[in-house]
């Protein structure tokens, strides 16, 4: 089993939900990136996504748009953000990011490299089951797990092929939409993870306009985790400051973990 | 070979499906009901009856004598600059429209370059009573004014986009995100023959009455078919749409690219002919990007050319050597403009120009060969542009 399962294993085993975090990397600058993910780490984070600037993302709302951007114009590449992660291991990384970049490495190239920087798998916003054949082989040969997206929209059949060919987790998109600006969790996303549940034993996680403890709370009743994203980008953006903000930062992860756990 | 449906949406390596899980119910569905309504005679005869009653099809073919004459080819033009609202768009338009009109759909997005689109998906929509959004880049949004005054006439409304690089292809990425929140009372009207499958098959099977009716008409009245077929290439529907019906004849094929200021100075907008392959908007075909695979801006005067990616089709023709495909740069597709305007009388699109610097090519004809040209529309869009480059201010016109 992979370091994602024994993650899940460990927190199942002390009755907790897993907290994810999705940062982007190189928002703010590509250095600030280990300190970063070890504030996070250390605020409770048990799963990380680490984000990979992409000039076009189409599944994502306007703040991971603009910090994809602003990663791209300091110059941020998919190997330098690799690079960066090297050395990170206090908890599972996974990769998030589009299809592009990784082709363009070849996607043997980078399995490799993914592995190489420690990741422990990979979510490609864009790749559905039907395109992933030469990726599953790619991340296989590497020891990564690919982790697919399960939507509202999506069918029987097709929840069906989503659980068969993803590893570590799953993930559910909470309702129909981009990344991140949401009002309330619906029933959508409860109603998907039922679903979800009788066709797998993975873990399921559910993200996509999850900012607030209370929101973490409402979907740790029914998810194995919680993703949040955009909220986390857009305090990072605000407020870490060259690491100045990590006090405050490392206070409010810490109250988002603590929704994780029992008789919160 | 070249008329079946794509294997999984493929056309040799290119195509696909990249796209969010949440969109691809809907591409199911869309493909689905677009095979069952294109294999259904009252649908055909829905579609055929307006294009003929409200586009004004079929399209004459016109003998260029004139440009014959100072070329040396035997040029003929299709005229899809006469379809209703001045462009080829429409047909696209109109078939997309009265598909999603029969899968239920009540919400029409869209999204446009240089706003011919727009207006085309603006109105069918008026036309047939559907509520009508169009993404148009900021950027675009200045530069075509005069087409976003048309959309909100028609009643639909215009959402500037401000991301990114805020043209063309920023609006396809709002429109894409616009879709996948929206998707179930909402259908996606894509401008081009890219974007994930089905798009690229039925965008070509909507405008493959192009190359239909010039093929029967050159036939019919040359008793022959043409030596070569020349379209221009942005996302490529005109071309694609114009290329199809010859695909199987012994007629060469040529698509011409925006060359904007050079291949050579990266500021241009010719995947096919500098770009590589990768993933774009939904599908692996040509692209522009740099060596991270970040998508490259790219420069042309025409909006509706200014796209760094192309069909999945055309890659394939590419490949398959099938189609050849060179760039014209905006200073040659200028001259065209004008040298077709004075020898012709027809004032094509800055898009549609770039088909015509093929004629001038090196190389490229014998003397004498029959050419058939599709001019995909009308340039009084460009108007204001045009007096700006070519220096045709109030002062001047003395």
């Known amino acids: 089993m992979g370091r994602i399962a024994d993650t899940f294993g460990t927190l199942r085993a002390r009755g907790e939900k897993a907290l994810v975090l999705f940062v982007t990397a190189g928002d703010p600058a590509l250095e600030d990136l280990p300190a970063i993910l070890d504030t996070l780490a250390e605020g409770g984070a048990d799963l990380i996504e680490v984000g990979l600037p992409f000039s076009d993302p189409i599944a994502d709302g306007p703040t991971i748009q603009a910090s994809s951007h602003r990663a791209l114009e300091r110059g941020v590449t998919t190997r330098g953000v690799l690079d960066a992660l090297a050395g990170f291991d206090r908890v599972p990384v996974v990769l998030m990011g589009y299809t592009n970049p990784m082709l363009r490495m070849t996607l043997p190239g980078f399995a490799a490299a993914a592995r190489a920087a420690g990741a422990s798998g990979s979510i490609v916003c864009d790749m559905i089951p039907e395109e992933g054949g030469a990726w599953a082989v790619a991340a296989r040969t590497e020891g990564l797990d690919t982790v697919y997206l399960a939507a509202p929209t999506s069918t029987d059949a097709r929840l069906d092929a989503v659980c068969a060919v993803s590893r570590g987790f799953l993930y559910a998109v909470s309702r129909t939409g981009v990344t991140g600006a949401s009002s309330r969790q619906g029933d959508e996303a409860e109603a998907l993870v039922a679903r979800l549940r009788a066709r797998t034993d993975l873990p399921v996680c559910v993200g996509f306009g999850i900012s607030t403890p209370e929101d973490v709370r409402a979907v740790c009743r029914f998810a194995d985790g919680a993703v949040v994203g955009s909220w986390l980008v857009d305090r990072l953006a605000r407020d870490w400051d060259g690491g100045r903000g990590r006090a405050g930062l490392l206070e409010s992860i810490r109250a988002l973990k603590d929704a994780t756990r029992p008789g919160s | ?398």
């Open chain 2, 1 to 398: 070979m070249y008329d079946v449906k794509p294997v999984a949406g493929r056309f040799g390596a290119f195509g696909g499906r990249y796209v969010p899980e949440t969109l691809v119910p809907a591409l199911d569905e869309l493909e689905s009901e677009f095979e069952r309504a294109w294999a259904d005679p009252d649908f055909r005869r829905t579609f055929e009856n307006l294009s003929r009653d409200y586009v004004g099809r079929p399209t004459p073919l016109t003998e260029a004598r004139r440009l014959s004459e100072a070329s040396g080819l035997h040029v003929t033009i299709k005229r899809e600059d006469l379809c209703h609202t001045g462009a080829h768009k429409v047909n696209n338009a109109l078939g997309q429209c009265l598909l999603a009109q029969r899968m239920g759909k009540t919400r029409i997005i869209a999204e446009t370059g240089a706003g011919q689109h727009g207006v085309a998906t603006a109105t069918v929509c008026a036309l047939l009573g559907l509520e009508c959004v169009v993404y148009m880049g900021e950027e675009d949004t200045v530069r075509q004014e005069l087409n976003v005054f048309r959309m909100r006439l028609l009643g639909a409304r215009v959402e500037p986009v401000s991301s990114g690089t805020r043209t063309l292809k920023d609006a396809l990425n709002e429109a894409m995100r616009d879709w996948v929140t929206n998707v179930r009372e909402t259908h996606y009207v894509i401008g081009t023959a890219a974007g994930p499958h089905p798009y690229p098959w039925m965008v070509r099977e909507f405008q493959s009455v192009i190359g239909r009716e010039a093929r029967a008409q050159y036939l019919e009245r040359h008793g022959r078919l043409p030596d070569a077929g020349v379209a221009c290439v942005g996302g490529g529907s005109n071309a694609i749409g114009f290329f199809h019906a010859f695909l199987g004849d012994d007629v060469r094929l040529v698509g011409m690219e925006a060359g904007g200021r050079g291949v050579g100075t990266g500021e241009h907008a010719a995947p096919l002919t500098a770009g590589t392959p990768g993933v774009l908007h939904g599908s692996f075909s040509y692209m522009m990007q740099d060596d991270d695979g970040q998508v490259q801006p790219t420069h042309s005067v025409s909006a509706g050319l200014d796209y760094p990616g192309v069909g999945a089709e055309h890659s394939f023709l590419k490949e398959a050597g099938r189609v050849t495909y060179l760039a014209a740069t905006d200073e040659e597709a200028l001259a065209a403009f004008q040298w077709i305007a004075r020898l012709e009388g027809l004032i094509p699109a800055f898009e549609s120009a770039h088909a015509f610097v093929a004629l001038r090519a090196e190389g490229l004809f014998k003397p004498g060969d029959h050419v058939l040209v599709n001019l995909s529309g009308r340039g009084d869009k460009d108007m204001a542009r045009a007096a700006e480059i070519l220096g045709y201010g109030p002062a001047a016109s003395a």
